[in-house]
């Protein structure tokens, strides 16, 4: 119930394509659901986040969709670029709280030059 | 990195020794937590704080125990060390307002022999 199951695990992309990750969970009391990026020797970062109130989100290149019946949710970037090679988690709580995040198993993306 | 210090960096003990991580805020915040990650697995939450002396569990708590005397310490305690804590540590603030999400430290490497 409380799994977030994402793929793939690795992802190659050429610079200015279009890389996607896909998400998927369970709980259906999940009402947040933000992307964290990290880079090697680093903690997590925050790159964009959603709620449920909203299909898709937009910052810059970067855009999570979301499908609440399928209970689905993805992170496209747009002209990828090799700066963005990282990893990349999903991840999905309850929004008010504790916000205890479930993340899902990561994606390593890779841009080549 | 928000505001966030851990330390030690980088740890290497041998099993069955007592090993004490900390974890320092500048900005007062009412939650921190404990994450750990490993290969396969994302992260995954080990305790939580929501104040000083207030702590609960999270998904992987066995074999660990958590303190908070001051609101910008939170400390994570390996009683008797094993093989299998051997891990990335990372301590995360949630702020409030309107972004009202978790930010990530740098993490602690550590290496149980």
């Known amino acids: 119930q409380q799994q977030v199951k994402q793929s793939p695990q690795s992802l190659i992309v050429q610079k200015g394509g279009i890389s996607i990750i896909n998400c998927a969970y369970e709980n259906t009391a999940f009402d947040y659901f933000p992307w964290y990026q990290q880079f090697p020797g680093k903690g997590p970062a925050l790159l964009i986040a959603i709620r449920p109130d909203v299909s898709e989100k937009k910052e810059g290149r970067f855009t999570i969709s979301f499908n609440k019946s399928a209970k689905q949710f993805s992170l496209h970037i747009m002209d990828s670029q090799p700066g963005d090679s990282a990893t990349y988690f999903c991840a999905a709580t309850s929004f008010q709280g504790a916000q205890k995040l479930v993340f899902g198993q990561g994606t390593r993306l890779t841009i080549n030059p | ?113």
């Open chain 2, 1 to 113: 990195d928000a505001g966030i210090t851990q330390s030690p960096r980088h740890k290497v003990t041998e099993t069955g020794t007592p090993v004490t991580l900390r974890c320092h805020q500048t900005e007062n915040h009412r939650y921190m937590y404990w994450y750990r990650q490993d290969p396969g697995h994302g992260l995954r939450l080990i305790h939580y704080s929501y104040g000083v002396k207030d702590t609960d569990k999270g998904e992987v708590s066995d074999g660990y125990s958590v303190s908070r005397s001051k609101t910008e310490d939170f400390l994570l305690t390996l009683e008797s060390a094993t093989s299998s804590q051997t891990s990335v540590y990372f301590c995360a603030i949630k702020r409030g307002g309107v972004t009202d999400t978790q930010y990530f430290g740098p993490g602690t490497r550590l290496t149980v022999l």
